[in-house]
């Protein structure tokens, strides 16, 4: 069955960095596109960054520029290199194989001011 575990949130000062990771089971990874989501309190899902099987990303314009998406598929796992946070970058980030509905339990990520 599809697993995906979320991990790498944290606490972390305004213009810090956090990496975020994503390992995926149950699947055949390498062939799925994938994608990171978040939702902040009081608001709906959004979507973060998105990588094809091929490695073609795309970004919200809110992250363009700050976060990069990447993946290891011998590891089957996702990342989400995040760089410059904001407070507004405060949310449950959830990883998400794209055609697939089914969430992991997300990481949190807090960004002090």
């Known amino acids: 069955q599809v697993q995906l575990v979320e991990s790498g949130g944290g606490l972390v000062q305004a213009g810090g960095s956090l990496r975020l990771s994503c390992a995926a089971s149950?699947?055949?990874?390498?062939?799925?596109?994938m994608g990171w989501y978040r939702q902040a309190p009081g608001k709906q899902r959004e979507l973060v960054a998105t990588?094809?099987?091929?490695?073609?990303?795309n970004y919200a314009d809110f992250v363009q520029g700050r976060f990069t998406i990447s993946r290891d598929n011998a590891k089957n796992t996702v990342y989400l290199q995040m760089n410059s946070l904001k407070p507004e970058d405060t949310a449950v980030y959830y990883c998400k194989i794209i055609t697939v509905q089914y969430w992991g339990q997300g990481t949190q990520v807090t960004v002090s001011s």
């Open positions: 990588i094809s099987s091929s490695g073609n990303t």
């Open positions: 149950g699947i055949i990874f390498s062939i799925r596109a």
